[in-house]
């Protein structure tokens, strides 16, 4: 199983891509909650160059409110991560599948929450 959904943006720069999601997000009813710049951290705290790689931590925050009244801890699983990678020819939308992601817990009204918020991720990166 993958732990991840997928789409290359043929074309894209990082500023578009992200322009994209957030806009494909907002409209899904997701709020960006942290923003990690790895390229640049990765330059302030190692000196390393990379592509531009960004990490937005997503939440809709109805469905966060139901998975944790269903599971306490499962706070230490949210926000749903989505990343923007520079690769040849484009950018990289990634989000997190959070059926993938929450296997571990043994809980079958959280795993229709979390089918539920991987449909509606995988609808995000499909209209980014």
């Known amino acids: 199983m993958s732990y991840t959904i997928n ?4 074309g ?5 891509a992200e322009e994209r999601v957030r806009a494909a997000l907002t409209e899904a009813g997701f709020g960006v909650l942290t923003e990690i710049d790895v390229k640049a ?3 302030k705290k ?4 990379m592509a531009g790689y960004k990490i937005l931590g ?3 925050p109805k469905m966060a409110h139901q998975a944790l009244g269903i599971e306490p801890r499962v706070g230490a699983m949210l926000p749903c991560n989505v990343i923007l990678r520079e ?17 571990a817990i043994e809980n079958p009204q959280l795993t229709r929450v979390a089918g539920q918020v ?3 991720l995988a609808g995000v990166v499909k209209d980014a």
């Open 58 to 60: 997503a939440c809709n």
């Open 118 to 120: 991987r449909d509606m």
């Open 12 to 16: 894209a720069t990082m500023d578009a």
């Open 41 to 43: 951290t990765m330059k």
């Open 46 to 49: 190692l000196d390393e160059d």
């Open 87 to 103: 690769i040849d020819g484009g950018v990289e939308v990634s989000a997190i599948d959070p059926v993938a992601s929450m296997q």
């Open 7 to 10: 789409r290359k943006l043929d």
